[in-house]
């Protein structure tokens, strides 16, 4: 009786440390909010504002793969957030390429862009915008 008893908590045990880690995992850990004045539910509201503002960019909606768009940051700029993301598109190039010839490889986009701190409507959205020496963004 007791063996089975042992063999049935370590079952429980193992299903309960599966369910933890796949709910570890799905959480973006490398996400960096710098505005400690926005509460959970605002930070909710950005993420899915941004993420889906991504996901109906031209460069997303044409291959870009949706395992692949992660948050990275989240910071309060002059009365505005900005947001930046990354994601993974299939082939190289931007918007719908249906009609090009395509070269194929995984290209990581990487998205800036700025949300109007009390609407969170988006302002604009930039892909692979490079941040250059006068820490402007071009």
Not at 107 to 121: A, I, Q, W
Request: charged share 25%.
């Amino acid at each position: 009786m007791k063996k089975s008893a042992f063999i049935l908590i370590l079952t429980i045990l193992a299903i309960f440390i599966t369910i933890f880690l796949l709910y570890v995992m799905s959480v973006e850990p490398d996400i960096t909010i710098r505005d400690t004045s926005l509460t959970p539910d605002e930070i909710h509201k950005i993420r899915s504002i941004a993420k889906e503002s991504v996901k109906n960019s031209p460069t997303f909606n044409f291959d870009g793969k949706e395992s692949s768009l992660k948050l990275i940051s989240i910071d309060a700029v002059k009365n505005n957030i900005r947001v930046d993301l990354k994601f993974v598109s299939e082939n190289i190039g931007y918007g719908n390429r249906s009609d090009a010839l395509l070269l194929t490889g995984p290209v990581t986009h990487h998205v800036r862009m700025y949300l109007n701190s009390e609407s969170f409507d988006v302002l604009s959205r930039h892909t692979d915008y490079k941040k250059s020496n006068e820490g402007l963004w071009h």
